[in-house]
């Protein structure tokens, strides 16, 4: 059932605490994971594992979230073949395929990770599924959910200790 401090997604928008917010949902809609680049934006149920932030760019958000500032060492694994695969690395040269957290384009500048295939990564399963920034409304992610930044800025600072994440 849901609480009026879930963060409910469908293709037509988001609700949060009584509010509606446009965001942007993965280029193959909402819907069950294929697999990794399949751009769908999976349904189901899901906590916010932690946040990251370029503390060069935006203040660390005021929330219960675990909040990590990250630089340009930071990475995200999706490569299925990578012990690391679906969690975040730190290194110059990263022998396998991934994903720049450190971005010239904002998108990541503050984002949340969603529990979706996380912590117990299944290779192949579909990685990095984060709320994060959109390029332009309602412009397609790779799978992501993405919000105006001042919208996920709010969704992060008032996020609940019970919060869950409903993608429908």
């Known amino acids: 059932m849901r609480q009026v401090q879930d963060l409910c997604i469908s293709n037509r928008g988001a609700h949060y605490r009584g509010q509606w917010f446009p965001c942007a949902i993965g280029r193959g809609g909402i819907g069950d ?20 932030y370029r503390a060069d760019r935006v203040a660390r958000p005021e929330t219960i979230l675990p909040a990590r500032a990250i630089g340009p060492l930071d990475k ?7 012990p690391a695969y679906n969690h975040a690395v730190r290194a110059a040269h990263y022998p396998f395929s991934h994903e720049r957290l450190h971005r010239g384009d904002g998108l990541y500048d503050l984002f949340a990770v969603l529990s979706y295939n996380w912590p117990d990564a299944r290779p192949g399963a579909g990685s990095a599924i984060f709320l994060h920034s959109w390029r332009k409304p309602r412009h397609p992610t790779e799978g992501c959910v993405a919000f105006e930044a001042p919208v996920l800025r709010y969704i992060l600072q008032n996020w609940g200790a019970k919060a869950r994440v409903i993608i429908a």
Not at 33 to 52: H, S, V, W
Not at 76 to 82: A, I, V
């Open 33 to 52: 994971k294929l697999g990794e680049g399949d751009g769908i934006t999976p349904k189901g149920m899901f906590q916010l594992a932690g946040i990251r």
């Open 76 to 82: 995200w694994s999706d490569d299925p073949k990578d």
